[in-house]
């Protein structure tokens, strides 16, 4: 009642207006009527702004999860690298490059941590998907709503796929790979976001399904 909305699907669209400043460092508001009287525009021009605007201010950003998790678990090496170097590495290993150690410790570190993650991960066969939001990360879940966004990943796979609702700030894209049971998907998302999502970034426990030579989204 008190924000301008619009349907879509079993979701809505809301609004976010994005604020720099010295001093806080980057926020965002939400959108309620009042800010509508204020400006003096209706909820229409509004939504026409946020669809020309959003892209510009905040491109999406498709990467596999593969290399998501990688970037996460690396970032995390490195903050114990000695731990987890002193576990699953052996002395030979450690000293192969003492001389790459002492001129350029960070390149090392990161030589050492590519090498941990080959070690304990083996992420090549696994089932792939992949992540989208956007640069900053923040309600990236609406790139699926970009103007040809899932149609040019869709001919890029030459496949359908299932989209996953993570949060407000991501979604997950599966390839249709015949699966047995896409309902469990169905039951993936909504355990994630009872057990793992906080309240107020839970998207919606549906899965949709996209049909890349229609160009049509559909609730699963």
């Not at 576990?87 to 410790?105: C, G, V």
Request: glycine share 2%; charged share 30%; with cysteine.
């Amino acid at each position: 009642k008190d924000i301008p909305s619009f349907p879509y699907m079993d979701m809505s669209y809301i609004f976010y207006c994005i604020l720099d400043s010295e001093m806080l460092g980057e926020a965002s508001i939400l959108v309620y009527n009042n800010h509508l009287k204020l400006w003096n525009i209706e909820k229409e021009e509004l939504l026409a702004l946020a669809r020309k605007n959003t892209p510009l201010h905040l491109p999406a950003k498709i990467s596999s999860m593969e290399d998501v998790m990688r970037s996460i678990i690396k970032e995390d090496l490195l903050h114990k690298c000695d731990e987890y170097m002193e576990t699953y590495l052996s002395e030979e290993e450690l000293s192969h490059d003492d001389e790459l150690r002492m001129k350029e410790p960070e390149q090392w570190l990161e030589v050492m941590a590519d090498r941990l993650l080959d070690r304990i991960f083996d992420m090549r066969d696994s089932f792939p998907m992949y992540v989208v939001t956007n640069q900053k990360k923040l309600y990236g879940a609406a790139c699926m709503t970009y103007d040809g966004l899932l149609e040019n990943f869709g001919k890029r796979l030459q496949k359908n796929f299932y989209i996953l609702p993570s949060s407000v700030h991501e979604i997950i894209l599966v390839p249709d790979e015949n699966l047995e049971d896409a309902q469990r998907l169905q039951s993936m998302v909504r355990e994630v976001n009872e057990t793992q999502v906080s309240g107020e970034e839970v998207l919606t426990d549906s899965v949709y399904y996209y049909d890349w030579q229609e160009d049509i989204i559909s609730r699963l």
